[in-house]
């Protein structure tokens, strides 16, 4: 047995006194384009990770969710009958949300023991909440013996953050985490939820995921600003357009015409939504086309389009992500996430990979003062299910 998964093991039944019955996964993700454009109704891009959040569970014949973190050795104790009462806590809410959902959905609550390990960093734009969320939610559904499916725990892992815990975010990082497929990036409509996979290739490059560790700060609210300075972008669009229903649907050509009603920085942001919506599909064709250099080329203008218009990278991103553009081999790189902080992506050529992650470390220190590290990704199934 795999050393990780016998130290969990034990640590199961240290904590809780018996073997677990159940082993549930659910990953984090990267977004390959399509940044900040879910909750205006566009297309993204994302593809799940190795990286994710495992759940040993068993029942345990009480009126009691005992959740447990071993990367925090943080516990609670969700009574199921108190279930909407845990909004206040620091660690444990976000179980607690998912829990609230799924009963006010319909869904039973058992009474179990669930002990988190997760390999998803925390804070770092690739969703650990989400793998934490979707985890929390077929493992409840699993213990419970309830027919459950996966696009529907996306949306209801979604609505437990945006109601429970008080983070309005899109459906992207549940969707993906829920959804996602071994060797492939879901590309996804955030308005209809009708979804393709297509097979992620990178011809002789390879993607490599790096970490700024600059702490995220002022995320949520900052955040919660983009949606609000949208939704004031739509009102005034739809006084031109007034068949639209969201950002997504304003083509280019239709905000070329339409800007002058938009001022400042309300138009920065809706600019900056309605030409990425339109670089997700001409990404998701260069990904078809085996034409990596194009989609590379549509990544930085992602990032550029992210730090100039939409003003959610900052400092440490954009050291990050121009620092891998300057090394032999890379041919694109941007920030993926929320922002404010966490990971970027880059296309490099393989023969390339290793000077690349050594010198990208020493500039990106030199200019910020943080350390980068960087991930030993793949792209692997959402979510796996093992009875134990
Ligand atoms: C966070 C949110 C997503 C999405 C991204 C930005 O990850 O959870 O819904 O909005 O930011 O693309």
């Not at 047995?1 to 990267?30: H, N």
């Not at 990082?173 to 992620?200: H, N, W």
């Amino acid at each position: 047995m795999e050393d990780l998964e016998k130290k969990r093991l034990e640590g199961f039944e240290r904590v809780f006194g018996a073997p677990p019955t159940l082993r549930v996964s659910a990953a984090g993700r990267i977004n390959l384009i399509g940044e900040h454009v879910d909750y205006c109704g566009g297309k993204v891009f994302p593809a799940s990770l190795n990286l994710c959040c495992t759940v040993y569970a068993r029942p345990n014949g009480t009126g009691i969710v005992n959740v447990y973190a071993d990367d925090l050795d943080e516990n609670a104790k969700l009574e199921i009958g108190k279930i909407a009462d845990y909004k206040h806590l620091k660690w444990g809410r976000y179980q607690a949300g998912v829990a609230y959902v799924l009963a006010q959905a319909g869904y039973p609550l058992v009474g179990c023991d669930l002990y988190y390990s997760c390999t998803v960093p925390f804070g770092s734009g690739l969703s650990s909440s989400a793998a934490i969320e979707v985890a929390t939610a077929v493992a409840l559904n699993e213990i419970a013996g309830t027919p459950y499916n996966l696009k529907e725990m996306a949306l209801l892992s979604q609505k437990a953050e945006n109601e429970y815990c008080g983070v309005s975010c899109g459906i992207m990082d549940q969707f993906a985490s829920a959804m996602g497929k071994k060797d492939r990036a879901i590309l996804l409509d955030c308005k209809t939820l009708d979804y393709e996979y297509v097979p992620f290739a990178l011809g002789d490059c390879e993607l490599i995921v790096a970490n700024c560790n600059k702490p995220h700060s002022l995320v949520e609210s900052k955040y919660n600003e983009r949606r609000a300075e949208t939704d004031a972008a739509l009102a005034k669009l739809r006084e031109v357009y007034p068949q639209i229903t969201c950002l997504a649907e304003v083509t280019p050509a239709m905000f070329e015409e339409a800007k002058g009603v938009l001022e400042g920085k309300i138009r920065d942001r809706a600019e900056h939504v309605v030409y990425e919506c339109a670089r997700v599909g001409e990404a998701a064709e260069a990904m078809r086309a085996g034409d990596v250099e194009k989609l590379a080329a549509l990544i930085n203008a992602s990032h550029d389009s992210l730090s100039k218009l939409y003003e959610v990278t900052g400092r440490e991103p954009d050291a990050l992500a121009y620092a891998a553009r300057r090394q032999p081999g890379c041919l694109g790189s941007r920030m993926i996430g929320a922002g404010f902080g966490g990971c970027t992506i880059s296309i490099v050529k393989k023969e390339c990979a290793a000077a690349f992650k050594a010198q990208v470390g020493i500039e990106y220190q030199r200019e910020t003062g943080y350390a980068a590290s960087f991930y030993d990704t793949s792209i692997e199934d959402g979510v796996t299910v093992r009875r134990l």
